[in-house]
């Protein structure tokens, strides 16, 4: 399967704790998005990536969220000093053109 | 700015009753309307891709269709195995990279 794949599945930290998730896209795409969901909502944009440039970023990421992309290939999502209002699924998306294709993404849950 | 509202929130049919799910949207220049697919615990699943007001496409027992200011996806004969949260976003001209979601319609099909 050479679908998009995020790591962990889960992960469970304490308020105050860093986290990071990573993900994989479809290897010939060069575009990179990060979501956020949260129970009975969509996903919710945090930002996108043109192969390694970081191209946007939504206003409602605080300065403890930072995505980085290194040569275009793999992601991290890193977040900082944790709150309980984090706690959420973290949906990874990868495409070449409009269509976008998600992993299963990532639960984290604060504590 | 941009917005998409999707109604009703949850939608429970009998099996082989058809009906539609509607998405309104507002935004500046539409690029494209798109419909996911999401099971429990999974990432979004593409469904369609819509550019202009006029256009239907068609998938087993789904029909999308588009007008200027709404899409609806059209359901017929759903069987059990149709029950999920159905996503609709748009992309607009004002943010050709970003790709925003509304809140989804739980469909529950009862056999």
């Known amino acids: 399967d050479t679908g998009v794949s995020q790591n962990p599945r889960h992960k469970i930290t304490k308020r105050g704790q860093n986290v990071t998730f990573r993900c994989d896209p479809i290897?010939?795409?060069?575009?990179l998005y990060w979501y956020r969901q949260t129970l009975g909502q969509g996903p919710e944009f945090l930002t996108y990536?043109?192969?390694?440039?970081?191209?946007?970023k939504s206003r409602l990421l605080s300065d403890r969220f930072s995505a980085e992309r290194p040569k275009g290939s793999f992601s991290t999502l890193e977040i900082q000093r944790t709150e309980q209002g984090d706690s959420a699924m973290y949906l990874c998306?990868?495409?070449?053109?409009?269509?976008?294709?998600f992993g299963n993404g990532t639960r984290l849950t604060v504590t | 700015e941009d917005q998409v509202t999707q109604s009703p929130e949850a939608l429970r049919l009998q099996e082989g009753e058809s009906s539609s799910l509607n998405c309104s949207y507002t935004?500046?220049?539409?690029?494209?309307l798109f419909w996911y697919r999401q099971d429990p615990g999974k990432g979004p699943e593409f469904l369609f891709t819509?550019?202009?007001a006029g256009e239907e496409k068609e998938k087993e027992r789904l029909k999308a269709t588009l007008t200027k200011k709404e899409s609806f996806l059209h359901i017929t004969a759903p069987k059990p195995e149709d029950s999920a949260t159905y996503l609709c976003?748009?992309?607009?001209?004002?943010?050709?990279?970003?790709?925003?979601f509304g809140s989804g319609t739980r469909l529950s099909i009862r056999p």
């Open positions: 290897s010939e795409h060069n575009r």
């Open positions: 990536f043109q192969n390694e440039a970081q191209l946007e």
């Open positions: 998306a990868s495409s070449s053109g409009h269509t976008l294709h």
């Open positions: 976003a748009v992309q607009a001209d004002s943010s050709a990279s970003k790709i925003i």
């Open positions: 935004v500046s220049g539409l690029r494209g």
């Open positions: 819509l550019y202009s």
